[in-house]
C-alpha cells in the first residue's frame, strides 16, 4: 500500500529553520510529482512547493515562499524534502507532503484535489 510519512515538524521561534521530510513506501514514487501543502486555521489545504521527476522541475506558491523555502527530492531514498528558513508566524499550519501522476502546469499541481496519496501531516509552529 501506497503510504507517505511526514516528520519534522516543531515549535520554532520567528526567524529559525526547520527542515520537514516526506518518507514513500509501497511503491516507487520517482516518476511522481511531489508536493507540500498546508492546512492552517482556516481549514484549507495550500499549496506550498512542487517537485517533478529527477527534481528538474521545481514551483512555489508565490515569492514569499520561493525566498525562504526550498523543496528538494532524493529518488534513491523515495524521499522529498521541504527545508524552511526565516519562518514566520503566518508559516504555522500542519504540513501535508503529497504525490500525484505526473503533469507540469500550475493549475494542476497547485490543487490539493489532484494528489492521490497524502501524507498524516506534520505540525508547525513559530512563535515570537
Known amino acids: 500500500q501506497a503510504q507517505l510519512v511526514e516528520s519534522g515538524g516543531g515549535l520554532v521561534q520567528v526567524g529559525g529553520s526547520l527542515r520537514l521530510t516526506c518518507t514513500a513506501s509501497?511503491?516507487?514514487?520517482?516518476?511522481?510529482?511531489m508536493a507540500w501543502f498546508r492546512q492552517g486555521i482556516a481549514n484549507e489545504r495550500v499549496f506550498v512547493a512542487a517537485?517533478?521527476?529527477?527534481?528538474?522541475?521545481?514551483?512555489y506558491a508565490d515569492s514569499s515562499v520561493r525566498d525562504r523555502f526550498t523543496i528538494s527530492r532524493n529518488d534513491a531514498r523515495n524521499t522529498v524534502y521541504l527545508q524552511m528558513n526565516s519562518l514566520k508566524p503566518e508559516d504555522t499550519a500542519v504540513y501535508f507532503c503529497?504525490?500525484?501522476?505526473?503533469?507540469?502546469?500550475?493549475?494542476?499541481?497547485?490543487?490539493?484535489?489532484?494528489?492521490?496519496?497524502w501524507g498524516q501531516g506534520t505540525q508547525v509552529t513559530i512563535f515570537s
Open positions: 503529497a504525490a500525484a501522476p505526473f503533469l507540469w502546469w500550475r493549475d494542476y499541481y497547485s490543487r490539493a484535489a489532484k494528489y492521490n496519496v
Open positions: 509501497g511503491r516507487n514514487f520517482s516518476s511522481d510529482l
Open positions: 517537485i517533478g521527476r529527477a527534481g528538474k522541475s521545481i514551483d
